[in-house]
């Protein structure tokens, strides 16, 4: 998180935050309201699982209140680890439907008198509701605020996907707008549009081979944490047992 929203925010919760998490979640549409209490909750599951050992570490064995603090510091951990993945399945699926979006907008470029604003308007009723038909329909709007400015192109890039690529399709169209009506320009975007797809299918597939793999993982972790417990519990009673 930035120095000046550390600043502009002075509450704890933004403040104990790591340091790209605020801005992970703003981009996939937090307030900040929302964001305190994502951080209130994650606070109160590290809490209410570590605590009660802190406690039965006064009435046993002292060594206890380390269990709790690892597995609060643990659980606190883990919550930032999951907003990781579900910020990286949000981009993933941010550039699939951006893709799918430069394909759905070359054939109606290349019809007749077909102009920017109005292949936009049409393919705005054809998009389901979501991240890319919010960022279209500002689009629309800072086109008629700013009709001579790629600055909506470029916002409406990093909006919809965020990649280099993505960004250097809307200001050739931007070009392909203002300054000439050449369809060889459209022909060479449906070609860069159709390496992106390629492309956003290999991220699929590696996608699906990631959830694979981590099958054993998970299934060996699991075998573990019981092993684990079945371990203190005889470390514990081999020290009652030592005390008594």
Not at 82 to 89: H, Q
Not at 125 to 143: A, F, Q, T, V
Not at 166 to 195: K, R, V, W
Request: net charge negative; proline share 3%.
């Amino acid at each position: 998180m930035s120095e000046t929203t550390i600043e502009a925010n002075p509450s704890i919760w933004f403040r104990v935050a790591e340091h790209n998490l605020y801005d992970m979640c703003m981009e996939m549409g937090f307030t900040e309201e929302r964001f305190i209490k994502y951080q209130k909750k994650r606070f109160l599951r590290a809490v209410l699982f570590g605590f009660p050992l802190i406690i039965v570490s006064f009435f046993f064995q002292w060594w206890w209140v380390f269990a709790g603090i690892a597995i609060s510091g643990f659980l606190w951990w883990n919550e930032y680890n999951r907003a990781k993945k579900f910020y990286g399945n949000f981009n993933f699926e941010k550039q699939l439907q951006f893709s799918k979006f430069t394909r759905m907008l070359i054939p109606y470029l290349l019809q007749t008198d077909a102009t920017l604003y109005s292949v936009f308007t049409r393919l705005l009723d054809r998009l389901e509701p979501g991240h890319l038909k919010n960022s279209l329909e500002r689009l629309l709007i800072e086109m008629n605020e700013f009709p001579n400015s790629e600055v909506p192109f470029v916002r409406f890039a990093k909006d919809a996907s965020g990649t280099d690529s993505s960004i250097l399709f809307m200001t050739t169209l931007y070009d392909f707008h203002q300054n000439t009506f050449d369809h060889s320009i459209i022909m060479e975007l449906g070609q860069l549009s159709s390496e992106q797809l390629f492309e956003g299918v290999d991220e699929i597939i590696a996608y699906k081979l990631r959830k694979f793999s981590m099958y054993p993982t998970k299934l060996t972790m699991a075998s573990f944490v019981i092993t684990l417990g079945y371990a203190i519990c005889m470390i514990s009673e081999a020290f009652s047992t030592g005390l008594f």
